[in-house]
């Protein structure tokens, strides 16, 4: 049975966007069943382990819930060969885990960000890493893992729902560059998401004036949640610009 052990809203530097501030609604629910998760998800919240979040800042809309309109995606010529390239990986998928391996991978990926994008030094501590990724998980929850013969070189996260596939987090080894894994692991939600019959893959929050979201708003067709309904209020998704 779904429980809300603690809600609260935040208010604190916005992680989006210099200068701003951003307030932070969180619910963290014991035992979320599939079915509260997508109504969560179809009403502009993300989950990271047993905590749900969505932004209520009053001033800014910055923050755009976005989905993939799966089974009327297309696939482009560069997309097609970045499929190619990656075809020779091993791909494993299971309920999430944390190893060793899971650790190093996720920091080289920060220290990367943190010479490239500007990201906070990366600080790897297995216990938030556990109640990120790997707590909370239900029956919903999984890592899909590339490997290059023994070593992994990618970890995608997300929530495999009733009509489609939450991306909640990938990391991916910065010593392949040349292999576009980011843009790889998310061509793979899609064809995985098409092979299930389902619908969707929700993207999460694009921010136009943050690099490291801006991305996705090149996956085209989609939509976009409109405003912020509440979970007794029907969730209204339009063609996104």
């Given at each position: 049975?779904?429980q809300?052990?603690?809600?609260?809203a935040?208010?604190?530097?916005?992680?989006?966007?210099?200068?701003?501030?951003?307030?932070?609604?969180?619910?963290i629910?014991?035992?979320?069943?599939?079915?509260?998760?997508?109504?969560l998800?179809?009403?502009?919240w993300?989950?990271?382990?047993?905590?749900?979040?969505?932004?209520?800042?009053?001033?800014?809309?910055?923050?755009?819930?976005?989905?993939?309109?799966?089974?009327?995606?297309t696939?482009?010529?560069?997309?097609r060969?970045?499929?190619?390239?990656?075809?020779?990986?091993?791909?494993?998928?299971?309920?999430?885990?944390?190893?060793?391996?899971?650790l190093?991978?996720?920091?080289?990926?920060?220290?990367?960000?943190?010479?490239?994008?500007?990201?906070?030094?990366?600080?790897?501590?297995?216990?938030?890493?556990?109640?990120?990724?790997?707590?909370?998980?239900g029956?919903?929850?999984?890592?899909?893992?590339?490997?290059?013969?023994?070593?992994?070189?990618?970890?995608?996260?997300?929530?495999?729902?009733?009509?489609?596939?939450?991306?909640?987090?990938?990391?991916?080894?910065?010593?392949?560059?040349?292999?576009?894994?980011?843009?790889?692991?998310?061509?793979?939600?899609?064809?995985?998401?098409?092979?299930?019959?389902?619908?969707?893959?929700?993207?999460?929050?694009?921010?136009?004036?943050?690099?490291?979201?801006?991305?996705?708003g090149?996956?085209?067709?989609?939509?976009?949640?409109?405003?912020?309904?509440?979970?007794?209020?029907?969730?209204l998704?339009?063609?996104?610009?």
């Amino acid at each position: 049975m779904n429980q809300i052990l603690k809600e609260c809203a935040l208010h604190e530097p916005c992680a989006y966007i210099s200068g701003n501030s951003q307030s932070i609604h969180y619910k963290i629910i014991q035992e979320c069943s599939r079915e509260q998760c997508e109504a969560l998800i179809l009403r502009g919240w993300r989950r990271f382990g047993s905590m749900y979040f969505r932004p209520i800042c009053q001033e800014c809309r910055a923050c755009e819930s976005l989905k993939i309109d799966v089974q009327n995606y297309t696939f482009s010529k560069s997309e097609r060969r970045i499929l190619r390239k990656n075809g020779s990986w091993n791909t494993l998928i299971r309920p999430p885990t944390l190893t060793r391996d899971h650790l190093e991978l996720f920091e080289r990926y920060h220290r990367y960000k943190h010479h490239t994008r500007s990201w906070d030094e990366p600080k790897v501590d297995p216990k938030n890493y556990y109640a990120s990724f790997v707590q909370g998980h239900g029956d919903f929850g999984f890592e899909i893992l590339y490997f290059d013969d023994e070593r992994l070189i990618a970890v995608d996260l997300v929530d495999i729902l009733d009509e489609g596939i939450s991306a909640l987090y990938c990391y991916y080894d910065p010593d392949y560059p040349s292999f576009s894994l980011g843009r790889y692991t998310l061509l793979e939600q899609i064809r995985l998401a098409q092979r299930l019959g389902l619908k969707w893959i929700y993207l999460g929050y694009y921010v136009e004036q943050c690099r490291s979201l801006s991305y996705k708003g090149s996956y085209k067709p989609a939509l976009q949640l409109q405003g912020r309904p509440e979970e007794d209020e029907t969730p209204l998704w339009r063609s996104a610009p």
